[in-house]
């Protein structure tokens, strides 16, 4: 069993780049065919023995509570109906009772701000943070290849993927140490930067949603809320507090096995609806 027990799933951005489908209804909930993004990065976390699953939400997000919940109108019409199948389908996600976490963070301010509210649930363990924005399509999936090489050698993992030059701006950037292959599965990096210019971004190894974290990140968010210490786009970053604990953690940037599609933009979500329906015989 793993030793990474806590995941946590900010869930309370806007989806301004879905409007006007995101009115009222969260972008997590959006579907690939007919599963919804979030419930992609619940199952990912489920396979590798996470057993505390923390939603950071914001209002209007209702819609992915009521998910994780039974819809009791809906069961019972549908057995009335005989129609088993459709029953197993919308209970098998559902989890045990307990399992499944809310809370708010009142105030959009950042993805790092967004963990640090999880952070009475993941006190001092080791904890995982996924991004439904970034769907991977891996077997096994990205968590459970980075949980695997936390346990052989622990520190903080970030998954990671080289990108062209021209987008590193949209990222958050590795530097690799002196001497690490941008090749290697694991790259040791000795530092971090969110969102550089093209000419300051010391590498194209490019952050995305999937990490593991040491529970001294946490305390490092902690510090950048208590001294109201924001960095790009004048938030309070994650990578900000992962970059600060470089000297005294190893922390890695890992290449996963698998495809990535950038569904918080739309030409991503199209190619991941397209993908996964292909996948599943559908066109």
Known sequence: MSIIK????????????FLPATKAMPKEMLPIVDTPLIQFVVEEARACGIERLVFV???QKHAIENHFDHMYELEANLQAKSKMEYVKLVREHLGEPGEILFTRQMSPSGLGHAVWCARHVVQDSPFAVLLADDFIDAEPGCLAQMVEAYEANPGNYLAAMQ???DKVDRYGIAEPQDGQSPGQQSVRIQGLVEKPSPEEAPSRLAVIGRYVLEPEVMTRLSQLVSNSQRGAGGEIQLTDAIAA????????????DGQRFDCGSKIGFVQATAHMSAKRGLV
Do not use: M, S
Request: aromatic share 14%; proline share 10%; glycine share 14%.
């Open 57 to 59: 939400t914001g209002r």
């Open 245 to 256: 604990e470089i000297p005294n953690c190893p922390t890695y940037a890992y290449h996963f």
């Open 163 to 165: 990108v062209d030059r």
């Open 6 to 17: 806590t995941a946590v799933f900010p869930v309370g951005g806007l989806g301004t780049r």
